[in-house]
């Protein structure tokens, strides 16, 4: 059997924890660097990992790759692939370059082209090129260019991991679910702990919760690009689907709990979940954090606060953040807290003292998660 070499990619931070979990999936020859893992394995590994990974973003299978000069160097290393063997004539397809230290000028010149070359290919294959589409494409070819190196790799996700197909209804700048997942991971949440989100917006923490806790895989709402490709196994895909269905547990209350002042951006919680099928598996309730006691004698809080960008928002922050802390000491003795933030100033006006600073990137923006660990009369700094 034939052994592929993959990149998963991820948020930076979760290279060790996407490690580990590529590990728990049967892959080999583990990688990581900053923003993904490399790993080895069939073709059909990309099946199980798609389906199950919570933490990876994408699933790249690698084409090949070679040194260049110039453009004329990257159409003919990509000219030199079979893609007829990969996809179909008759279907759509992208390209997306990322480059590092890149020399050329310009990168829409090189992804023009890398479309020439595979259009090429095909039109000395078959007579025909292929369609180009640009948001919804059938296949989607990927190019990392370093300074004297080009990769090509065949997309084997589709549409980006972290969307499951399962959230409705997004408050303002939710998080990713895979960003979500990471956070519980960094945690070290088990199902059967308590956990708790007091300012759960629209519940995306919670929903990656529920999935870990019933053991239902992510990917099991979605289609994903690997069945548009020509290698595809129907079979071996719906075997793998059928043994993730098996194990999934039936829903039943756990201990995840959420919380949220705003009645809309509850509703919306409300809305994903009941959707999703998983309502009752939670228990979602309208509050002021600083007004109510924690749901449990001890246990896990991961929270995404608010944090503001315009001056009024920075000034009730600035008020809040010292209130969130009183509240943790307070009402929280016993929990440990896990709370992300992009903004660093915010969370020393807790005025505990963190255990742990974690980087995290949230996209391009670099946040922390903080590590709190609530005892009776915890000190303050």
């Known amino acids: 059997m034939k052994t592929e070499q993959f990149f998963a990619t991820c948020p930076r931070g979760l290279e060790a924890l996407l490690s580990d979990e590529l590990r728990e999936l049967g892959a080999q020859q583990i990688s990581p660097t ?3 893992v490399g790993f080895t394995g069939a073709f059909a590994l990309c099946y199980r990992v798609n389906l199950h990974s919570r933490l990876a973003s994408r699933v790249l299978l690698r084409v090949g790759g070679g040194g260049y000069v110039d453009e004329q160097d990257i159409y003919d290393g990509t000219l030199s692939f079979d893609w007829p063997s ?14 590092t230290r890149c020399p050329l000028h310009s990168l829409e010149f090189v992804t023009l082209r890398i479309k020439d070359a595979v259009c090429d290919r095909f039109r000395d294959a078959t007579g025909e090129r292929p369609s180009i589409d640009t948001r919804e494409p059938d296949v989607r070819i990927h190019a990392w260019i370093t300074e004297d190196t080009c990769t090509l790799y065949l997309d084997t996700s589709g549409a980006s991991l972290y969307k ?9 700048a939710p998080l990713n679910e895979n960003l979500a997942a990471g956070l519980l991971k960094m945690a070290g949440w088990q199902p059967g702990t308590p956990l708790f989100d007091p300012m759960c917006g629209s519940g995306t923490i919670l929903l990656e919760a529920t999935l870990m806790a019933l053991n ?14 020509v ?9 793998e689907r059928a043994a993730a269905e098996a194990a999934r547990m039936p829903v039943s209350p756990q201990a995840i709990y959420g919380r949220d002042l705003f009645g809309r951006s509850l509703k919306d919680a409300e809305t994903n979940f009941a959707c999703a099928g998983l309502l009752d598996a939670v228990s979602l309730t309208q509050g002021n954090v600083l007004e109510s006691p924690a749901p449990a004698g001890a246990g896990l809080i991961v929270t995404n606060p608010p944090y503001g960008v315009r001056i ?18 307070r ?9 992300l933030s992009a903004d660093m100033n915010l969370p020393k006006l807790i005025r505990l003292q963190a255990s742990k600073r974690t980087p995290l990137y949230n996209g391009a ?6 590590e709190y660990r609530i005892v009776a009369g915890s000190a303050r700094r």
């Open 312 to 329: 009024g928002e920075q000034a009730e922050l600035a008020a809040f953040y010292p209130e969130l802390g009183h509240w943790l000491k």
């Open 365 to 370: 923006l670099e946040c922390r998660v903080f």
């Open 231 to 239: 290698w595809f196994d129907a079979d071996a895909w719906q075997a």
């Open 164 to 172: 499951r197909g399962l959230r409705k209804q997004a408050g303002i």
């Open 86 to 99: 990969m996809f179909r004539v008759d279907q759509t397809f992208m390209i997306r370059v990322t480059a």
């Open 216 to 229: 239902i895989a992510p990917g099991s709402f979605r289609e994903f690009g690997f069945q548009n490709l």
């Open 34 to 36: 900053h923003g993904g």
């Open 331 to 339: 009402q929280c003795a016993g929990w440990t807290a896990y709370i």
